[in-house]
């Protein structure tokens, strides 16, 4: 067991030694919120509101529907209130379907949204490691700590704004 830990701080130590140059960045945030960025999802963010409101609307009736429901159950008879409760778990499912189909459209659009722009980006971001001569860049998700001059994720969102 001490033979296996000697083993992986010997390898971490020269690991460390052999990337003295090492940056985190987080692409994604850097790409989103660039000008690029924001002035190409303008148009999905629209979309996605005007989704979100219908999605609201579409649940705050269904909401109503089930107050009016208790509200008059007591009038109705049990047929009644059975198939009208059918409807209403209907209509239920229809809006989860939906929440489900407006993220799944999200993301896709995200998707679409940045490999639209992840060419551009990845040239910024050769020339930063260039300038900067770094051994190593790393996914700021994926760090436990970096230290306050390690990441270039507002760098490259900079340059990706003084490119247009």
Do not use: H, W
């Amino acid at each position: 067991m001490k033979k296996s830990i000697i083993l992986i701080v010997c390898t971490l130590l020269s690991f460390s030694a052999s990337a003295t140059n090492v940056a985190t960045l987080d692409f994604r945030i850097a790409v989103l919120q660039s000008n690029l960025g924001q002035d190409a999802s303008k148009e999905p963010r629209e979309k996605l509101a005007k989704m979100e409101q219908q999605l609201a609307t579409a649940q705050a009736e269904l909401k109503e529907q089930a107050a009016n429901l208790k509200r008059d159950e007591l009038t109705l008879s049990p047929e009644m209130v059975k198939q009208k409760q059918q409807v209403l778990a209907k209509r239920g499912a229809e809006i989860r379907n939906a929440a489900a189909n407006m993220q799944r459209q999200a993301q896709q659009l995200e998707k679409e949204l940045l490999a639209k722009l992840t060419p551009k980006a990845e040239l910024i971001l050769k020339e930063i490691i260039k300038e900067k001569s770094l051994d190593l860049v790393l996914n700021r998700q994926l760090s436990l700590y970096s230290g306050p001059g390690v990441d270039i994720t507002n760098e490259l969102t900079k340059r990706l704004n003084e490119s247009d």
